[in-house]
């Protein structure tokens, strides 16, 4: 009898907290999306998203000590850190209401790529690689950068094409390799550089990860490549290693272990993209439905034309159903498992239903929505390279495919 009340107060509190923790996240989206609202929204749209021209690195700095005034800093950033630990769920709604602006995800310090490196950093470092390199990147005194991708013929799409190299030195590594987009390069503190250790390019192994602070002779930033989108800080860059000397302990991980890695850190990377850029498209559709909700054309309201109403329900049911995906994807990344499907699934898709709702948000505002004094055609321009990174919506129809397949097999073989 005591045993059985004993458990039922446990399960009492567990309940309690639960919902305490909720109302605890709810509560800090909230917060984040009035931040945004108020703080950070009439800086994007006054320089159209272009943070360069906005004040690049000084006005991250500005935002970040605000939002660290308002306890709304890294809230995804491990305890220890200083952060609440927020898990992907939890994330989910934070990261919306960041992502509603353009910059807002900067200024709370979860834009890519650093809260992406926070997560490889939390689950791979050793305890002084913690304490150097992610602790000032949770707190926000640091910038990093992850240095994968290479021009052709190196890695992009296929990451089993790396070209760069790592050879061993009497006291570490010495790199040598070029890389090409790499987001935030210029400013940042340091770098996750992917190099190959052993195997001949196109092999799928000999893949290893090195932390490099920025400032090691051979690391040298390029050009800015000039792309489509303008809201990120840094650029995305050229990364030279002209004979970059590191020591062993520059290793994050094991030696050879690379491959494994980055998908340690793209599984829920590509979610909190998802996160961001869902902010975004919201914002689009809701510009849109103030626009139709208060334009009249051909006698009725826009917002009642058959055809704008498709448009509108459209972006209802995408919005939606990326919600939906996410949601599932987050909850299997909690769990424990890698996700592979569900983060493909809900990335391909999502990926493609935010471009298709700020497409859709443009159109129903006419020339104001192809115009800057609206966000829709800012918003459109900056999540259209969404279906490129984090693996083009292509490459995750093939392994969505592929995983299916082998499914399928195992199922017969089981069968049998
Ligand atoms: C804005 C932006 C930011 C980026 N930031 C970073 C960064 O911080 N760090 C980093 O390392 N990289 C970064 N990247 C690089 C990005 O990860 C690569 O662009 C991406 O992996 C695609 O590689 P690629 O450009 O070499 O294209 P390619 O490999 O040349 O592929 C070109 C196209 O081919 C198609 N394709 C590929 N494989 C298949 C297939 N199996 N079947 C059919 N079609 C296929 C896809 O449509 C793809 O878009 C960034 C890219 C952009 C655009």
């Not at 209802?316 to 498992?337: F, H, P, Y």
């Amino acid at each position: 009898m005591i045993e059985r009340e004993q458990r039922e107060i446990t399960m009492t509190e567990v309940a309690v907290n639960a919902s305490a923790r909720r109302t605890e996240v709810a509560d800090l989206a909230a917060r984040t999306r009035t931040f945004v609202c108020e703080e950070v929204l009439p800086i994007e749209d006054h320089h159209d998203g272009d943070v360069a021209l906005a004040g690049g690195d000084d006005l991250r700095r500005t935002l970040q000590s605000r939002a660290r005034e308002l306890g709304l800093l890294a809230p995804h950033g491990p305890m220890d850190c200083g952060g609440r630990g927020l898990s992907m769920t939890e994330r989910a709604g934070v990261f919306e209401a960041a992502g509603y602006g353009l910059f807002g995800a900067m200024a709370i310090n979860a834009a890519a790529p650093d809260e992406g490196n926070m997560h490889l950093l939390d689950h791979v470092a050793t305890p002084q690689q913690r304490e150097r390199f992610l602790a000032p990147l949770v707190s926000a005194e640091f910038r990093s950068a992850f240095a994968m991708t290479e021009p052709a013929p190196g890695a992009g799409s296929d990451p089993s094409a790396l070209q760069t190299r790592a050879t061993r030195t009497r006291n570490g590594w010495r790199i040598d390799g070029q890389k090409l987009f790499i987001t935030g390069a210029d400013g940042a503190d340091f770098f996750i550089i992917m190099a190959r250790t052993s195997g001949d390019v196109g092999s799928r192994g000999g893949g290893t990860m090195f932390l490099a602070p920025a400032s090691t002779p051979g690391l040298r930033i390029g050009r800015h490549v000039p792309t489509m989108d303008r809201s990120m800080v840094g650029g995305h860059c050229e990364v030279f290693f002209d004979g970059l000397e590191l020591p062993e302990d520059a290793v994050l991980g094991e030696v050879d272990e690379g491959f494994r890695y980055v998908q340690v850190r793209l599984g829920p990377a590509r979610m909190t993209h998802v996160m961001r850029w869902l902010g975004a498209a919201g914002r689009a559709h809701e510009t849109a439905l103030d626009y139709v909700t208060s334009r009249r054309v051909f006698g009725a309201s826009l917002s009642d034309q058959g055809l704008a109403q498709h448009l509108i329900a459209e972006n209802e049911i995408d919005l939606a159903a990326t919600r939906a995906l996410l949601d599932v994807a987050c909850v299997a990344l909690d769990s424990g498992s890698p996700a592979a499907q569900e983060t493909s699934i809900a990335k391909t898709f999502g990926g493609e239903a935010i471009g298709r709702v700020a497409d859709r948000a443009v159109q129903l505002c006419g020339g104001m929505g192809v115009s800057a004094d609206l966000p829709v055609a800012r918003i459109a321009r900056e999540v259209r390279p969404f279906r490129v990174y984090d693996g083009p919506s292509e490459v995750h129809r093939f392994a969505i495919a592929k995983r299916a397949a082998k499914a399928a097999r195992v199922r017969r073989e089981e069968a049998r």
